[in-house]
Nanobody, 119 residues
């Protein structure tokens, strides 16, 4: 079992910045890729960014050049630095961790943290 605790969301003006954190605890063997997803009201959850155990990153086109994903394996923490925020970035942001189990890869999700971009 893996537990994920997210923090760092809030209200920010357009053009501002926020840094999200996600700390993993529990049984942390065989952790693979980690990522951030978001869900806006009335929309499906979508990928924001992922990072592999080898630190290869992938970003959604909408956030490329503005968001940076990183991980600190020693602290079991995932980060998302969000700059130049836009109103369309408003959503609940979810942390995701993949763990290799005897049955294959299993996805764990955080509880979500609200990001609101508004003047």
């Amino acid at each position: 079992q893996v537990q994920l605790a997210e923090s760092g969301g809030g209200l920010v003006q357009p053009g501002g910045s926020l840094r999200l954190s996600c700390t993993a605890s529990g049984i942390l063997f065989s952790i693979g890729a980690m990522g951030w997803y978001r869900q806006a009201p009335g929309k499906q959850r979508e990928l924001v960014a992922t990072i592999t155990s080898g630190s290869t990153t992938n970003y959604a086109d909408a956030v490329k050049g503005r968001f940076t994903i990183s991980r600190n394996n020693a602290k079991n923490t995932l980060y998302l630095q969000m700059n130049s925020l836009k109103p369309e970035d408003t959503a609940v942001y979810y942390c995701n961790v993949r763990q290799l189990t005897g049955s294959g890869w299993y996805n764990y999700w955080g509880q979500g943290t609200q990001v609101t971009v508004s003047s």
